[in-house]
């Protein structure tokens, strides 16, 4: 079968998947909507490998193919196909979203079992799945823009998945809303494209680009800023990222597919995929550098004040992705993606980790008070190690070779770009700090009480809380179910974990400089034609970045290590001595109190003023005062109707002598 | 006589009718005034007839008057079924018909 | 010798019709018709119209104003004012009756149609007569005939519903002869 073949199984079945769960749940007892979900993945992810294989068929220069299910719109000028790209770049973002994601729908198959919306929770995350391989798989804008938003509605039902727990419905909205802002700089650059270029499919575009376009022209650089909104939006980044801390309040697999591993991550398929338009307006490639660089720093030191075990990975992802947005727009292709697929292995890791942590806690996420589970959960300990070993970048890791090889490029290409690199080193310090900072703290140290319950053998049983508010709930529908399944009791939950950590530590062998290069030679298909995908740096001076890089994450481990086994204390003592430093830290660099003064506050102001001021005056004044007006003539006329007979007579009378004078005029 | 003369006093009869049709208030008298434009036209009809040598506009007038006198007897009668209900004889009270 | 038949007719025409207009009482307003009717048939004998002429005094000023006679002595006529409901009617009426009458007259004398400066063509004797007319009517607007007669007897009809006492007329709260209030029978 032809690769686009495969691909349209690809999209397909998550579909179909979703689908039969939704309609099917009634008949469909126990785990069984979970199994039927895990399957329709699986399944995807072998239809992925298989039009990976169809497109290894073909040559290296030729491995970018289209198809189109239907003609969507065909007039005057306008063209729109449901029509697909399938290209390396696309086969591998398949690959890696069905991957992660079957691996995720197993895990979750025993983690949610206990909850009332089981198969609602399955159905969603199939179409979630669905509409993330129909973004990275559409071939043409407008199919991309509804895959953006089918993802951004998905995101939105899995956030708020817990629809009575009041903060995650707001948080829902919250997510939603910022990225329907995206959405906005997305539909507008597609608009721009079609109106400079007259196309909306992708690979007539981006031939076009090249031949309209001259470098630096200012409608490129506002397709790619309006671009990079969307992007941002989705990946979270400054300004656009409050959403993502607050996305945490959905059920920890949704944390670990959505927000770690694959629609952060959508952000960074846009900018890879509109390379064409992004070294033509390199302005704009810098300008996104820098939102990634800065989202990488702000991002850091956020994950070393907050307490809530999911937030920090939250902002850990925020960072990393911060990482790779740098890493694509200064054309580090392979850089970046090869992160991408490292990351999604680790960070789906940890969010599995730390989702048996926080069911052995009854729920509860204050890292603060999590100490000493090794005993309790050796097997969650240890692939919560793993994971941390990836995120810092340890020697030897996935995180090492793919997050060295982004820096590495970078000091390569020299000049202004050994900013990104700087920052980049800065920010791997900060990142293996607090990566251990979660590693110690939840596996070394004497055990809390939760943990020692667990070592005699009963999972700690707390009153069902709001984690963030303390509201006591119910385990009914719309509320998290009554029981607490951790890895070390549930075998798929352990299968999917030892998966991802086994990718974790050894998918970084995929791209060993000077050793190996199987992710360039097989991305070379879609990135042949950038400049940018030819600058390789030497091998010495990979080794040597990726030297530096080892021994930094060393560094932040060592410190780590000192800060909270070797002499615990030493960050209270920290944080209360640098207090508002803490503070701010803590308070997210006060973000969301800046977007509610800016953004929030001055639409409630004028919606209130058009309601009050302008609705009621001139609108309805108009209205009313275009009956009043016809009431008024309508009485004026009203008086010719006075009931005397000799009124109407003399009118009679007087029409007569009028008309009669006009007659006589008219005739001479 | 050249027949102008006479559409000239049918035309000073009309005005007349009319004129009074205007100023008087009893319905009867009213009735008398639209009696007299009726005359009028009578009276230019036949000196049509005459200016063309056709006893056709003879004819009209005769219908005419055919039609003057019924509805003269329905205008009478209703004035007597005015009198009779009590109701005042003056066209300035029977305003009830008005906007 | 008929400009001066035509004076007198148009004299006594106009003077009653002044006269219609003008009188308070309405009984006398009827008697100003009938002299105007009597002069208007002098006026159509002048022009030929014999019949029309008879016609005119016999049912015209004879029978329909006979009626009116009657209906004025029952109604009976108050001495009314010429008053106005409308401010200025009084003004503005012969005002607007003039203008009609200025209209109309302009209209007529200035007109270019040739045969009303003159008399009119040479008729023959039986022009205007009975036989003649008859003979009009019954053959050539027969249609419009049977119609007048047809409409008259509807207005006989009408004039009866209309003016009828109670048990023939149409409102049963009519005054007429009050009843007798007899007293109760203890």
């Known amino acids: 079968m032809s690769a686009t073949t495969w691909s349209w199984l690809v999209l397909a079945l998550p579909l179909a998947g979703s689908m039969v769960i939704a309609f099917g749940r009634a008949a469909m007892p126990g785990r069984v909507p979970g199994w039927i979900g895990t399957a329709s993945i699986a399944l995807a992810f072998a239809c992925s490998i298989g039009a990976l294989l169809a497109l290894l068929d073909h040559p290296t220069d030729e491995r970018q193919l289209t198809d189109s299910l239907y003609s969507y719109a065909d007039a005057g000028g306008l063209e729109i196909q449901l029509g697909i790209l399938v290209d390396p770049l696309a086969v591998y973002m398949c690959l890696v979203v069905t991957g992660i994601s079957t691996l995720i729908h197993l895990y979750s198959l025993a983690y949610m079992d206990s909850d009332r919306g089981y198969a609602r929770f399955f159905s969603y995350l199939n179409f979630f799945v669905f509409s993330m391989l129909l973004l990275v798989l559409a071939g043409n804008f407008v199919l991309l823009i509804v895959g953006w938003a089918f993802v951004g509605f998905a995101s939105y039902a899995l956030i708020s998945f817990w629809y009575r727990r009041e903060t995650a419905t707001k948080a829902g909205m919250k997510a939603f809303v910022i990225n329907v802002v995206g959405d906005i700089g997305l539909v507008f650059a597609a608009f721009f494209v079609f109106r400079e270029l007259g196309t909306f499919d992708f690979l007539e575009s981006f031939d076009a680009a090249r031949d309209t376009f001259t470098v630096n022209e ?3 650089i506002a397709i790619c800023l309006l671009i990079c909104v969307g992007a941002f939006a989705k990946s979270a980044q400054v300004p656009f990222h409050t959403w993502l801390p607050d996305a945490m309040e959905g059920p ?24 064409p338009f992004f070294e033509l307006g390199p302005t704009a490639a810098d300008i996104a550098a820098f939102v990634g660089l800065a989202t990488l720093l702000i991002a850091a030191t956020i994950a070393l004040a907050v307490t809530d075990l999911k937030r920090i990975i939250a902002y850990s992802t925020m960072s990393q992705i911060g990482y790779m947005i740098m890493g694509v727009a200064i054309g580090a292709y392979v850089g970046g993606l090869f992160m991408l697929l490292a990351h999604a292995f680790f960070k789906a890791l940890l969010f599995m980790a730390a989702g048996s942590v926080i069911a052995a806690m009854a729920n509860n996420q204050n890292i603060d008070r999590m100490s000493g589970f090794r005993r309790a959960m050796p097997f969650t300990s240890a692939l919560l190690l793993i994971g941390c070993l990836a995120l810092a970048a340890f020697p030897g890791t996935s995180g090492f070779f793919s997050k060295d090889e982004i820096l590495a490029f970078a000091a390569d290409r020299g000049g202004m770009y050994w900013i990104f690199a ?32 667990l070592e005699q053998g009963h999972i700690h049983h707390a009153e069902p809380t709001n984690p963030a508010t303390g509201e006591p709930e119910d385990a009914e529908v719309g509320f998290p179910g009554a029981e607490h399944h951790i890895a070390e009791r549930e075998w798929p939950m352990k299968v999917a974990m030892a998966a991802l950590g086994f990718g974790a530590l050894f998918i970084g062998l995929l791209q060993v400089p000077g050793v190996d290069h199987v992710l360039s030679t097989f991305l070379a298909g879609t990135f042949e034609e950038s400049p940018l995908f030819h600058i390789e740096p030497t091998v010495g001076d990979s080794w040597l970045g990726l030297a530096v890089g080892g021994s930094i994450s060393v560094i932040g481990v060592l410190g780590a290590y000192v800060c909270y086994v070797r002499r615990p204390g030493v960050t209270v003592r920290l944080a209360e001595r640098y207090r508002r430093l803490h503070a701010f830290l803590f308070n997210k660099w006060y973000f969301d109190e800046l977007i509610d003064a800016l953004v929030y506050r001055p639409t409630v102001a004028t919606g209130r003023f058009a309601n009050s001021v302008f609705e009621r005056y001139v609108v ?29 007579a003399l009118l009679l009378v007087g029409g007569f002598a009028a008309l009669g004078i006009y007659f006589l005029v008219v005739a001479n | 006589m050249d027949v102008s003369w006479y559409l000239v006093l049918s035309a000073l009869l009309f005005a007349t009718g009319a004129c009074g049709v205007l100023i008087r208030r009893s319905p009867l008298v009213i009735l008398l005034c639209l009696e007299l434009m009726l005359n009028a036209g009578n009276l230019a009809l036949v000196a049509f007839s005459r200016s063309n040598g056709n006893e056709e506009g003879q004819v009209f007038a005769l219908v005419v008057m055919v039609v003057a006198a019924c509805e003269v007897v329905v205008g009478l009668g209703l004035i007597v079924a005015m009198f009779r209900r009590r109701i005042a004889l003056d066209v300035d009270e029977i305003r009830e018909l008005r906007g | 010798m008929v400009e001066v038949a035509f004076f007198a007719g148009a004299i006594g025409a106009l003077g009653g019709a002044i006269a219609v207009i003008a009188l308070n009482n309405p009984f006398y307003s009827v008697l100003a018709l009938i002299v105007h009717l009597i002069s208007l048939a002098g006026l159509f004998l002048l022009l030929h119209a014999e019949f029309i002429a008879a016609a005119q005094i016999v049912v015209y000023a004879g029978a329909v104003m006979v009626l009116y006679l009657f209906v004025a002595a029952y109604v009976g006529g108050t001495e009314e004012p010429i008053a106005q409901a409308i401010p200025g009617q009084r003004f503005v009426a012969p005002l607007l009756a003039a203008a009609l009458f200025v209209e109309v007259s302009i209209a007529v004398v200035g007109t270019s149609l040739a045969s009303i400066q003159t008399e009119g063509p040479v008729i023959e004797a039986g022009f205007g007569s009975p036989g003649s007319i008859g003979r009009l009517l019954l053959e050539r607007f027969l249609v419009a005939f049977e119609a007048a007669s047809m409409l008259l007897l509807i207005a006989a009809v009408g004039a009866i519903v209309l003016a009828g006492r109670k048990g023939t007329g149409t409102s049963a709260s009519g005054p007429g002869v009050p009843d007798v209030d007899r007293g109760e029978i203890v």
Not at chain 1, 253 to 273: E, N, Q
Not at chain 1, 620 to 647: E, H, M, P
Request: aromatic share 10%.
């Open chain 1, 218 to 220: 200012g409608v490129v």
């Open chain 1, 252 to 275: 920890t697999p949704v944390s670990a597919l959505i927000h770690a591993a694959t629609m952060v991550t959508a952000g960074v398929y846009l900018i890879a995929r509109m390379w």
């Open chain 1, 422 to 453: 700087i920052g980049g080193y800065i920010g791997a310090v900060l990142t293996a700090f607090y990566a251990f900072r979660i590693g110690f703290r939840v596996v070394t140290g004497p055990p809390c009480e939760e943990a020692k319950e």
């Open chain 1, 620 to 648: 309805d004044g108009i209205v009313a005062g275009a009956t009043g007006l016809v009431k008024g003539a309508g009485s004026v006329v009203r008086g010719a109707q006075s009931g005397l007979v000799r009124g109407y």
